[in-house]
């Protein structure tokens, strides 16, 4: 059974940090590539940061500069570091493991807030 863990939401001020994790179990973690995505009351979920099984990264242009997303394969786990949050970083994060269309997974996600 595949599950995806995240962990690390809260409430943050702006110009705030945040790490988030997500810890898979049933997968080959190591040849799936993993992501975050977000979504946000009343817009669709959005990719944020996806990192490939060969450690190269992308991120979507609103985040870019501003988060870091990373592995550790030995721990089956990808990280979120978000610095200088913004109140329209508001959202529920989600983790996804894709290594094809028929081995798609995601986490429950987790809610992060940024408020004064």
């Known amino acids: 059974q595949v599950q995806l863990v995240e962990s690390g939401g809260g409430l943050v001020q702006p110009g705030g940090s945040l790490r988030l994790s997500c810890t898979a179990s049933?997968?080959?973690?190591?040849?799936?590539?993993m992501a975050w995505y977000r979504q946000a009351p009343g817009e669709q979920r959005e990719l944020v940061a996806r990192i490939r099984s060969s450690g190269g990264t992308n991120y979507a242009d609103s985040v870019n500069g501003r988060f870091t997303i990373s592995r550790d394969n030995a721990k089956n786990t990808v990280y979120l570091q978000m610095d200088s949050l913004k109140p329209e970083d508001t959202a529920v994060y989600h983790c996804n493991a894709w290594f094809s269309t028929m081995n798609n997974y995601w986490g429950q996600g987790t809610q992060v807030t940024v408020s004064a």
């Open positions: 049933g997968i080959t973690f190591g040849v799936y590539a």
